[in-house]
């Protein structure tokens, strides 16, 4: 069961969706329904199914079978993995950002609305003062926020963001956290995927396992066990409680470190 809110408005819902690629299914049978405030993880192994079910969400992929439908007028934002950016791109900070926003007959041209809107952005993530960097000058996490920036200055009511702290340290990556926190409670519903299963998913309200279909979703309690792990990565996973926490062990992995030493 998901928490509840007080706004349930359904922003997106799949019904008996499967779906692929060039007649190749990678999702079967899934049925998700995203609500407004959601906080969720989708998590699984690579090529499992996540970033289709993001793309399902987002719209820009159709089911093979079933039915994907939005609330009218749903404002959606994406964010993409940082490996599938060009980071030689010769664009700065704020020139990046700006590429966002709506076209209209005035494209290139900025207004001073605009670079307002930007800059509030930008301080909002705390990343204003490199708004003229190029963006290849960038840290792992302020590369990460720049997109999120990107994301924001569109006013989305639903934040899509594949596998925001891959790539990056402990402690940016607890920051990235808590900033998505942030902005979910301040009414932006929010679905990211992950493999970080204790750095990310133990902390996330709600929490989907995907291995080409849905095998579990709930509270972190609910789906971190070891049966619907092992069901979503094909091994055997230990769960512990730790100062409330639950956290994951790969069972092959300890034994294989153990028979090293």
């Not at 926490?245 to 153990?258: G, K, Y």
């Amino acid at each position: 069961m998901r928490p509840m809110s007080d706004d349930m408005t359904v922003l997106a819902s799949l019904e008996d969706v499967s779906a692929g690629y060039d007649h190749h299914t990678v999702l079967t049978d899934v049925d998700f329904r995203v609500h407004t405030c959601d906080f969720t993880g989708i998590v699984g192994p690579s090529g499992a199914g996540k970033t289709t079910l993001l793309r399902l969400l987002l719209g820009t992929l159709a089911p093979m079978s079933g039915t994907a439908t939005h609330a009218k007028g749903a404002r959606v934002a994406y964010v993409p993995q940082l490996e599938t950016v060009d980071w030689n791109f010769p664009i700065t900070v704020e020139e990046c950002v700006l590429m966002s926003r709506p076209q209209s007959r005035w494209w290139p041209r900025t207004t001073s609305a605009e670079r307002t809107a930007v800059r509030d952005v930008l301080e909002r993530l705390g990343i204003a003062g490199v708004s003229h960097r190029h963006i290849r000058d960038l840290s792992g996490g302020q590369q990460q926020r720049m997109f999120l920036a990107r994301a924001l200055l569109r006013d989305p009511e639903l934040l899509l963001l594949d596998e925001p702290t891959s790539g990056v340290d402990v402690s940016t990556r607890h920051d990235m956290l808590h900033l998505l926190g942030d902005l979910n409670a301040d009414g932006l519903a929010i679905i990211l995927t992950t493999h970080d299963l204790n750095g990310m998913a133990a902390h996330l309200p709600h929490l989907v396992c995907v291995n080409h279909r849905i095998v579990g979703e709930g509270s972190p309690e609910q789906v971190l066990t070891p049966p619907v792990l092992e069901a979503t990565f094909g091994a055997r996973m230990e769960v512990l409680e730790h100062l409330g926490m639950r956290v994951v062990i790969d069972e092959a992995r300890t034994m294989r470190a153990v028979g090293d030493e």
